[in-house]
Structure formats: C-alpha cells, structure tokens
C-alpha cells in the first residue's frame, strides 16, 4: 500500500508537470460561467471539463486532475467516462471530498471546513471511481484578531484526519491550508500566519501518524493582501516562500503544488518559476491551479462548440508556461513569444 501511495505522489509532481484544479462546486462554475455568459447546466459543464481533458495540454503539463463529485460520475458526449479521458491523457484522477468552509462556533469571522461525516465510504467509492488522490481545503483568514488559536488549530486537525483517512484507503491526500490574500495586512503578516498554520499542520499529521511520503502539499504562496497599499516583488514573494517553506515543511514531502489564491495568470506563474529557480530544494515545486489555469480557456470557449478549439489552444498556452515555471525556465520573453 505504502509503494503504491508513494509512486502515486510522485507522478503527481512529475518534471514539468502540474495539476489541474476541475473540482469547482456547482455554485462556484456558475460564476463562472456567468461571467462569460453561458447557463451553468449538466450538459454545458460537462462540455466544458470535456474540451479540457481531451486537450493536448493533458498529455504534456497536467499529472492529475481535481474533480468534483459530479465530473467524476459524468460520462462526455460519445459516452466515455471523463475519468477515463483523464487517464487516457496519462494523468491522474483525483477528487475533492470535503464539505467546505462553515462557520466556527465562538469564532466570528472564521471557518472550520466540514466533512469528516461518513468519509471513509465515501473514499471508498471515489477508489472504485478511479480517484487515486483527493483534496481537502482548510481556509485561514486574516484580520483584525484573526485568525484565532482554535480555528487554526481545529483546521489543522481536521486536515490531518482527512489525511489519514484517505492513506488507509490507499489514496494520496492533498494537504491543502490556505491563508488568504483578501485583505490589507502586509507579505510579513502572510509569512507569520503561514508559518503558524505550516507548522500546526504538520504536528497533527505527525499525531495522526501520516505517512510524508505519500502526500502532496498545497499551500498558499507568501503574498501581501490584495488591498495592501505595499505590494511584493516577484523576488521578494519567491524568497520569503521558499525561505518558509524549507523552515515548516520535512524533506521526505515528495512535492508542494501551489494554489493560485486569486493572482493574475502571469504573476501565478512567474512566482512560481522564480522559486523553482533558487534551486537546491528538497522537494519538487509545481502548480495546482483552479482559474490561473482555467480563465483564458473559459473566457475562448464562452459556451460555444466552434470555438473549442480556441479554447483547448489557450489551454495549451497556459498550461505550458506554468511547465516552464516548473521547470525553472520560464521567462517574460517566452511570454511574449508564445502568445
């Protein structure tokens, strides 16, 4: 089981190779979609994840692929099982399984993510599915008097058995605490809190007895808030991330896959390439990103079949930049070329 969790974790960080975060809720695509003007139905999302996966892009940049509890039943127009289009491109499918952020009792303004509920079964299911890996998102706030002792705490908890839950069924868990960059608080708040929450996590996986090799970190880059007046470099952020990710995370962690947390396409990818850059780390950086991968494609495709080849195109773009980035050999100039 072990070996098998292991190989897992590392295809999933493959050289030059990401993950496509496709686990949007059924809320979260209709904004969406209603941004680019298309009715968010089975069909029409179903058609969407389908121009993805049945890219060209599948095959070269994207190692596994997060789904939502309908894509993973969903089978595309000529009845082939999504998951099978996933594993057919030669990726991985994986699943998010939590409940989302509600919020915490006796703590205002702070959430506690659910879905611990009955998770075994349903882990289960996804292995039979064809889910080798799943997803758990813990969200930390910040502002005035938070994030607070128990959320943080309570989070990492529920992380940590997530975590455990998904090893004993054999399947590779994203460790997901995300501090966001909502906000006014500056790039050294991030680094305080994110070191807090790094560090609590990995003591309640420690408790919960998991196994490093066989997971996957997704964290938050070290970023200022959006409505902070003083924003960072792309130096200053790939210094102060790496810097605290060497001090929060064990070497046995096979890789961080980072999530996007709302910044534009091309800084998502230029912090990311600027880290891997730094070179001599003991684990593989790469991406795992939900629209930093997906708004161009979205924007190309607008809910019309003759222009799914624009959309897979700009996919394609997208997705090799931040294989560029992952590789340490993306620059602004091939940016520029390749648009």
Same mark, same amino acid.
Request: include cysteine; hydrophobic fraction near 40%.
């Given at each position: 089981?072990?070996? *098998? =969790?292991d190989?897992i974790? $590392?295809? %999933?960080?493959?050289?030059?190779? +990401?993950?496509?975060?496709? /686990? @949007?809720?059924?809320?979260?695509?209709?904004?969406?979609?209603?941004?680019?003007?298309?009715?968010?139905t089975?069909?029409?999302?179903?058609?969407?994840? *389908? =121009?993805?996966?049945r890219? $060209?892009? %599948?095959?070269?940049?994207i190692? +596994?692929?997060?789904?939502? /509890? @309908?894509?993973?039943?969903?089978?595309a127009?000529?009845?082939?099982?999504?998951?099978?289009?996933?594993?057919?491109?030669?990726?991985?499918?994986?699943?998010?399984?939590?409940?989302g952020?509600?919020? %915490?009792?006796?703590c205002?303004?702070?959430?506690i993510?659910?879905?611990?509920?009955?998770?075994?079964?349903r882990l289960?299911?996804?292995?039979?599915?064809?889910?080798?890996?799943?997803?758990?998102?813990?969200?930390?706030?910040?502002?005035?008097g938070?994030?607070?002792?128990?959320?943080?705490?309570?989070?990492?908890?529920?992380?940590?058995?997530y975590?455990a839950?998904?090893?004993?069924a054999n399947?590779?868990?994203?460790?997901?605490p995300?501090?966001?960059?909502?906000g006014?608080?500056?790039?050294?708040?991030?680094?305080r809190?994110?070191?807090?929450v790094?560090k609590?996590t990995f003591?309640e996986?420690y408790y919960?007895?998991?196994?490093?090799?066989?997971?996957?970190?997704?964290?938050?880059?070290?970023?200022?808030?959006?409505?902070?007046?003083?924003?960072?470099s792309v130096?200053?952020?790939?210094?102060?991330?790496?810097?605290?990710?060497?001090?929060?995370v064990p070497?046995?962690?096979?890789?961080?896959?980072?999530l996007?947390?709302?910044q534009s396409?091309?800084?998502?990818?230029?912090?990311?390439?600027a880290?891997?850059?730094?070179g001599?780390?003991?684990?593989?950086?790469?991406?795992?990103?939900?629209?930093?991968l997906q708004?161009?494609?979205q924007?190309a495709?607008?809910?019309?079949?003759?222009?799914?080849?624009?959309?897979?195109?700009?996919f394609?773009?997208?997705?090799?930049m931040?294989?560029?980035?992952?590789?340490?050999?993306?620059t602004?100039?091939v940016?520029?070329?390749?648009?």
């Amino acid at each position: 089981m072990t070996a *098998e =969790l292991d190989a897992i974790a $590392q295809k %999933m960080v493959a050289d030059g190779k +990401g993950i496509l975060a496709a /686990d @949007e809720s059924t809320s979260t695509i209709k904004k969406r979609f209603d941004a680019i003007g298309v009715e968010s139905t089975e069909d029409n999302r179903r058609d969407y994840r *389908e =121009l993805l996966f049945r890219s $060209q892009a %599948m095959q070269k940049y994207i190692s +596994g692929v997060i789904l939502f /509890d @309908e894509t993973i039943r969903q089978k595309a127009k000529d009845g082939t099982p999504l998951v099978a289009l996933i594993q057919q491109a030669g990726a991985i499918p994986g699943i998010k399984v939590d409940a989302g952020a509600k919020p %915490m009792p006796l703590c205002p303004g702070e959430t506690i993510t659910e879905g611990l509920d009955g998770l075994a079964g349903r882990l289960k299911e996804y292995y039979d599915l064809g889910a080798r890996f799943a997803k758990w998102r813990a969200v930390i706030d910040i502002g005035a008097g938070i994030p607070s002792y128990p959320a943080v705490r309570a989070n990492a908890h529920a992380l940590a058995r997530y975590a455990a839950l998904c090893q004993e069924a054999n399947i590779v868990p994203i460790v997901e605490p995300e501090v966001l960059m909502d906000g006014d608080h500056d790039i050294d708040t991030c680094y305080r809190v994110t070191e807090w929450v790094l560090k609590t996590t990995f003591e309640e996986l420690y408790y919960q007895r998991i196994r490093h090799e066989g997971m996957v970190l997704k964290p938050n880059m070290v970023v200022p808030g959006k409505k902070c007046p003083k924003q960072a470099s792309v130096a200053e952020v790939a210094e102060k991330t790496v810097r605290l990710l060497k001090t929060c995370v064990p070497s046995a962690v096979p890789g961080i896959a980072f999530l996007s947390g709302g910044q534009s396409d091309e800084e998502a990818t230029a912090h990311l390439d600027a880290m891997v850059k730094h070179g001599g780390l003991p684990w593989k950086l790469t991406y795992s990103y939900g629209r930093a991968l997906q708004a161009a494609p979205q924007k190309a495709w607008s809910g019309k079949a003759e222009n799914v080849a624009a959309a897979q195109a700009a996919f394609d773009h997208r997705a090799h930049m931040n294989s560029l980035a992952a590789l340490g050999q993306w620059t602004t100039e091939v940016e520029r070329k390749a648009a």
